[in-house]
């Protein structure tokens, strides 16, 4: 059996088209339901729709032996998984933004709002900079917007929610994308059928 996570939403959706047209289909995954876990005895392959930041967490316990997850993601919590291929699906940045003409001031503490703290740690540690983190969970936008922040580190895809609230990206930090993910045991004991899948995966991308 090969259990397969699935990040719900857009991503898990294309990664999924992506796994069906490679054989792997497995019913009425991403259909018009709300289920979350489906089987193909016959096939012998299991998917989980799980949050998108839970993927590597159910990979890396072995429940699924593979999962789809964003570079994004890999990079903010480093989970102890293989990363066996970029699905060139998801493709976005993440990037430092404020508001349009900001101008920094380098005498003080900059103010981060962000989802990915160890990302912005990261980058700002690289620069040498003096920051101070405030986690938020969502539409970081508004931060700057209401002068909780002086900027925010973010995932840009189209740059629509940027440009409709009046900000803009001042640095790119990394490219994301989505990645093929394994459990490290499973990619031993079932390394035959993983790197078949690799394999038409690559495939399928190259199409
Ligand atoms: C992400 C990200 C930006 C937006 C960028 O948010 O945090 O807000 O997408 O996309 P764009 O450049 O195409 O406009 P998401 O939809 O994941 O929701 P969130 O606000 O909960 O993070």
């Known amino acids: 059996m090969l259990n397969i996570a699935l990040p719900t939403g857009r991503l898990g959706d294309r990664a999924y088209s992506v796994l ?56 903010e919590h480093s989970p102890d998984v293989y990363e066996l291929l970029d699905l060139g699906i998801g493709r976005c940045r993440m990037a430092v933004a404020a508001k349009n003409g900001y101008k920094e001031d380098n005498n003080r503490t900059l103010r981060v709002a962000t989802k990915f703290v160890n990302a912005a740690k990261a980058f700002y540690r690289g620069k040498s900079r003096e920051i101070e983190i405030i986690k938020l969970s969502g539409s970081i936008e508004t931060a700057p917007l209401l002068e909780l922040s002086d900027v925010i580190v973010d995932i840009v895809e189209t740059g629509t929610t940027l440009k409709e609230n009046g900000l803009s990206v001042i640095e790119e930090i990394f490219p994301i994308s989505a990645r093929l993910i394994a459990n490290k045991s499973s990619y031993n004991f079932k390394s035959v059928i993983i790197n078949e899948a690799v394999e038409k995966l690559k495939g399928e991308i190259k199409k």
């Open 20 to 75: 069906r047209d490679a054989g792997y289909g497995c019913g009425d995954v991403f259909g018009d339901n709300r289920k979350l876990i489906f089987k193909n005895e016959e096939q012998g392959i299991s998917y989980f729709l799980v949050k998108p930041v839970d993927v590597p967490i159910y990979v890396e316990y072995g429940i699924a032996d593979i999962g789809v997850a964003g570079k994004d993601i890999l990079i």
